[in-house]
Structures are given as C-alpha cells and as structure tokens.
C-alpha cells in the first residue's frame, strides 16, 4: 500500500479492518452484534402502529375526534355487515337478520346499541352497523373480528351475500394483505439479488458474500429501529418495515458492487491481497460513503412533514442506510479478505509485475463514451427532449388518495361490501360526518348541514353535547372515499363557518381522510426545496465544486419527472388505476433523488479522480468505462429489489415499488450512461467551478491514452 493510500486516520482505520489478524476482530465483533440484533430484530412487529392515523394533530378532523374521544376512553369503529339476495329479501332472511342483531349486541367488545337491521328500499339488500372497540390495537384485532362476525352472519344466511364493511371491514383486508410480508418480500428479495448476482459475477460462490453481509446489514437495522421506536417513540408501520428491507438489500448490494469491482482491479496491481483492499477501501470509500450520506440526508428530511408515518418513514430508511454503509465497510471487505483470490472463481483476478492499464480502456462502455463525445451536445439535448417529453405524462397524475376499493389489488369483502352499500343505500352510512360547534348556535348549524348537497338530510341526527360543544352527526349521500364525498366535505366546511360565531368544525373518517390528502400536499410543497437544498451541498461538499452539483441536481429533476410522468401513463393504461396515493410523489421524489443521485456521485468521484491526470474530457470517457459495468448492475439490483414491492396486494406498495425500479433503471441507462457523460464532455473543465481543476487546461493530446475522445 502506498503511502498515499495509507496515510491518516482513515488509513489506520482501513488496515484494522483489512488487517491480517484484526480483520478476524472485526468479523468477531459482528458475529456477536448479529446474535444480539437478531433478537432485537424478531420484535420489531410488536412496536409497529398500523392502520388508521398519521394526521397532524392541528388538523380539523384531529381537533374534532379529541371532542369525539373527550367522554370515551376507546376507539369506536364501525363493522358494517351488509346482506344483499338478487331476488328480494325473503321473510326468512329478514328473520335471520334480526336473530344476527341480537347476536351482535351480546358482543363483549360492542361500544353502542347495533343499528338496524335496515333493509333498502328495493328490498334486495339490508345493512346492520355493529360499533365496536377494538382496543389500541385495532389492526392486530380487525381481521380476527370480522371472522367473529361471519361465523354469526354467514352459516345461517341460507344463499345471500354477506360482506363485512365499513373501517373494520376495511382494516381487516389490509391487517390481511400485509400478514407474512415482511417474510415473503425477504425471500423475493433474497432471490432478485442472487440471480443478479451470479449473472454480474458469473462465480457460483462470490455472491455468497454480498448476500450474507446485506443480511447483516438488516438484521442490525431493524434492532436499531426496533429500539428507536420501544424507547424513542419513533413512528413503524408495516410499509415502512416492508421498504427498510427493499432498501436495506439494494444499498448494501450496490455498495457491495462497487468495493467489489476496485478490489478486483487493485488485486491485479497488488500481489498482497491485504494491500489491494486496503487500497480498494480507501479509493471507492469516499463514493460510497458520500452516497450513503446523501440519501440518509434526503430521507432524513421527511421529519420536518405534518404526516406521522411521514416523519417515522424518513428516519427508519436513514437508519437503513447507514447501516449498510457501516457493515459493508467493515464486515463485508473484512470477510472478502479472508476468503482470498479464490471466491472470485472460476475468473479469479491475477497480479501482473507490468503497469495495469486503466480499466475498460477499450470496452464496451468506453466505446459508449467516444461515440457520445463525437457530439456530445446533440447528445445532451436530444436526451433531454426525451426526458420531458416522458414528463409530460404528469398532466394525468391524480394524487388525490385512494378510494377503500382502489387501496386493494383483486376483490376483498370490504370493498364488495361497499359497492353494495353504494347501490341500495346512502353510502356514506357507517362513516358519519361528525360536525363540533358552540352551542349557542347548535340550531343554525344543524340547519345548515342538513340543507348542504351531498348530506342526507334525514339522517343529522340531534345536536348533542360533548367536552362543551354541541355535537351532531350526519350521512354522507356519496362513498365515504370518494371525490363527491370530499366536495361534500368542503361544502359542509364553508356552510358552517357562515354561521356567525359557531365555531364550527367539520370531522369524521372522510374529513380525516381529505386533511390527510392536503397535508401530503402540503409535505411536498415544503420538502421538495429542501431535499433539494441538502443534496446541492452534500455535492458541493463532495465535488467541491458548484457548477457540477448543478448538472447532477437539474439531471436528477429532469429524470424524476420523466419517471413519474410515465409511471403515470402505466398506471393508468396497463395496471388500470383510477389515481395516485397523495404520497406517491413525495415518496418517489425522496427515494429517487437520494438513491438515484448516487450513480451519478460513483460516476463522478471517478471523473474528478482521473481528471487531475487526464482532463475532464478524458476522464469522463475513462470515469464512464470504469464503472460503466458496475454502476448498470448495481442499478438492476435497486431496481430488481424495488420490483419486488409490485407483487403485493397494496396499491399504494404496488405503485411505489414500480415508479421507484422504473426510475432507477432511467438514472442507470439514461441519466448516468448517457446524459451526464454528455454534459460532462460539452461542458468540459469549466464543470469544476471554482475549484483548481476548472483552471487546468485538457491536454491536447496523450500518447499513454491514444483511444482517448478527441478534444474539439
């Protein structure tokens, strides 16, 4: 190892890594942290808060349920049982709805009298709303209860339909479609990585490493969050737990790519192999850890939103991160060391006692990159025109949350349930508005919810008296979910803030629901410049440069509203969604401008490192050949992984695990082969403003290089 490459603290800190006796301390030290997280990890589920929540306490609907829940000690969430015969309700079936009544009012965890039964008015369907407490634990308990309900409703429903509906319905199917994931998408996982692996490697043992170690790395981030949330109150839901395992895979199997492809060029330049990973640790390092940081930055920005599982989402993936970053600096070269030339068989890499030539000096990637030189401005603007013209297919985005029947992929009972609701009954039945005001003027606004379109004005029931305030209730004529039901929402809203001094205040699962689509709203306005703004200095401070962190941060847009704008397109056209979740955008903005920037920053340290030899010119042809091969795998393993999250049965997942892959594989094929190297090559050593580099001139001409781009 030179002196270069050893010097400094960071120095001794990679030889006690890769040392020859002290690379088994670091390989002890993780065993035994690996037997005390993998405790820790199992109990990760036990702090999970699913289901409904999240919203900002300022929030309407928030305020409201406090004067809901100010003479109540439980939550009350209602079951609708919904029975619908094609033919007519016959006496029996009436008979056998009143018998199911009584039933359901012996229920042990019932929080008020059964309403109903209530038959339609075509006599072909009838509903029974069962107020339930479900405890502090309403997903764990739902899907267990509904169950209770159907052994009641259905043995003796003699051919009609039965459905469970309304929140506990609807809880149950996702308490339903989330149990097992975490074990299902570790094993999906597990098998995109591996098969990426063997066909990038084309070793039948060197994937082993990579895999073990990412292991390592997710185990140790889930007992780092499992302690965060038991003693620091940090928010995990089960999607946030489902994506800490995509992520964790992905960055640790990209940062494994990356060590992996320097240790086997240092291998041939260093016939100890201790010396060629001390070398690779030091030289790619700064990449990996610079990408690392940037993406913990970005995420870590999500606590500044007003949505909880918002706040608790952004710490969750940072802890991620870094925990990737830690273990595949350490453990991963430590036990990569051990293993010796062997684990790359049958291709093992071999020293040569003569001068190594630059890497890829001849390949496919750095003939990529002579062709782009040739006219690398026509590149750069033909690419982009691209780009947004892909960007414009965000006219259709509609991220305005989803529908209970568009949350789920197929059919489940709630949904049905529902679709019955909305044919023979006001569907807004189960999910009342809930309206709070001064008592003083109860009358006028009850007058004025009941005379609001979209309220069934039979159903407002009297003005009661809680926490101080008057108190009533009220049936939406729309699905509790839709678009009609939240123009409904706001309607009530300006009707009775018209009041003069009522103070009125509008709530309800639906008002919760709109207030939890206008604060994703809001999370965006406020985030975007801010991911922004910390991605623009972690560059600067990487690059020191300003100019260059510009390019990247306007190539990162560039790409982001391409991979929205066709996801949406996708969406629409080929998985037949109606709309977006309101976080999709905040979501795929943060993952793609905190993981997709780090292709670029891979690219880039290795252009800055050649340029000080060879120009910027040169250097990014030869930056590109470097880590062409590796930067596309370590892509299709991100992607890969992401992928996986399209196979769930939430919607929401579904959509996010697409545009993320979808736009991981344009920063990988479009963005970092094509379009950086480009604007690199256009612009030259004036890239590098204002640092020393953007004063040395390109040379005019390398003998040692001879295949170099020519300078114009």
Do not use: K
């Not at 008015?121 to 107020?131: F, I, K, N, R, S």
């Not at 390592?216 to 994506?243: E, F, H, N, P, W």
């Not at 007003?306 to 969750?316: I, K, Q």
């Amino acid at each position: 190892m030179t002196a270069a490459d050893g010097a400094g603290g960071g120095g001794r800190l990679v030889r006690l890594v890769v040392g020859r006796r002290t690379s088994w301390l670091v390989l002890g030290f993780w065993l035994v942290t690996a037997v005390l997280a993998a405790g820790l990890s199992g109990r990760l589920g036990s702090v999970q808060a699913d289901g409904p929540g999240g919203l900002p306490a300022d929030a309407e609907s928030s305020r409201v349920r406090q004067v809901q829940m100010s003479t109540v000690t439980t939550d009350t969430l209602a079951a609708v049982v919904v029975y619908e015969r094609a033919t007519g309700l016959t006496d029996a079936d009436r008979a056998t709805l009143a018998a199911d009544a009584r039933a359901f009012a012996g229920r042990p965890d019932l929080a008020g009298p059964p309403v109903g039964p209530t038959v339609a008015g075509d006599g072909t369907a009838a509903q029974l709303v069962v107020p339930l407490d479900l405890g502090p634990d309403p997903f764990d308990r739902a899907a267990d209860v509904v169950e209770s309900i159907r052994q009641v409703a259905v043995p003796d429903a003699a051919g009609m339909r039965v459905y469970v509906a309304g929140p506990v319905g609807s809880l149950a199917d996702q308490s339903a479609a989330v149990r097992g994931l975490d074990t299902r998408l570790l094993l999906a996982t597990v098998a995109v990585v591996v098969v990426i692996l063997l066909l990038t490697y084309r070793s039948p043992v060197l994937w082993l490493l990579p895999v073990l170690s990412a292991g390592l790395a997710l185990v140790t981030a889930q007992a780092v969050v499992y302690l965060l949330a038991r003693y620091a109150g940090l928010a995990v839901d089960a999607d946030s737990s489902a994506i800490l395992t995509i992520l964790v895979f992905g960055a640790a199997t990209d940062y494994a790519l990356l060590l992996v492809a320097r240790y086997r060029e240092e291998l041939r330049r260093h016939q100890d192999r201790y010396e060629a990973m001390a070398v690779a640790v030091r030289r790619s390092a700064p990449a990996i850890a610079a990408s690392a940081g940037t993406a913990a930055a970005a995420m870590l920005c999500l606590l500044l939103a007003d949505v909880r599982w918002a706040r608790g989402l952004g710490p969750v993936l940072a802890v991620g991160v870094l925990t990737g970053l830690v273990v595949m600096l350490t453990a991963f070269p430590a036990l990569l060391v051990r293993a010796g030339r062997w684990i790359f068989w049958p291709d093992r890499p071999r020293y040569r006692n003569i001068p190594v030539p630059d890497p890829g000096i001849g390949g496919r990637w750095f003939r990529i990159g002579r062709m782009i030189g040739r006219r690398p401005r026509l590149t750069w603007v033909v690419t982009s025109l691209v780009l947004a013209a892909m960007a414009l297919g965000t006219t259709q985005l509609e991220a305005n949350g989803l529908s209970g029947g568009e949350a789920f992929r197929g059919s489940h009972d709630s949904t049905l349930g529902e679709a019955v609701l909305a044919r023979h009954f006001a569907a807004g039945v189960g999910t009342p508005l809930v309206v709070v005001s001064h008592p003083d003027r109860a009358a006028e606004v009850r007058a004025a919810v009941a005379a609001t379109p979209g309220v069934d004005p039979d159903s407002v029931t009297a003005t009661g008296l809680r926490a101080g305030q008057a108190y009533l209730e009220a049936t939406l004529t729309d699905p509790a979910d839709s678009s009609a039901a939240y123009r409904t929402v706001d309607r009530v809203r300006d009707a009775v803030r018209a009041v003069p001094q009522a103070q009125a205040l509008v709530g309800g699962e639906t008002a919760a629901r709109l207030d939890m689509q206008r604060a994703a709203r809001d999370d965006r306005t406020l985030l975007l410049p801010i991911v922004f703004a910390v991605v623009f200095v972690m560059l600067v401070l990487l690059l020191r440069s300003l100019v260059a962190p510009l390019v990247l941060i306007a190539t990162v847009v560039l790409s982001f509203g391409a991979a929205l704008g066709a996801s949406v397109l996708v969406f629409r056209h080929l998985f037949g969604f109606s709309g977006e979740d309101s976080s999709l955008p905040l979501y795929l903005f943060v993952f793609l401008v905190a993981l997709g920037v780090d292709y670029n920053i891979f690219l880039m340290t290795r252009v800055r490192e050649e340029a000080a030899r060879h120009g910027t010119r040169r250097a990014t042809v030869i930056g590109l050949a470097a880590t062409g091969t590796v930067i596309t795998s370590a892509g299709l393993v991100l992607a890969g992984t992401f992928a996986v999250l399209t196979t769930l049965p939430l919607t929401m997942i579904v959509q996010l695990g697409f545009a993320v892959s979808f736009g991981i594989l344009l920063d990988t094929v479009v963005v970092r082969s094509v379009l950086v190297p480009a604007l690199s090559l256009d612009i030259g050593r004036f890239l590098w403003w204002p640092h020393r580099l953007f004063r040395q001139p390109d040379p005019v001409d390398d003998p040692a290089l001879r295949v170099a781009v020519e300078v114009r």
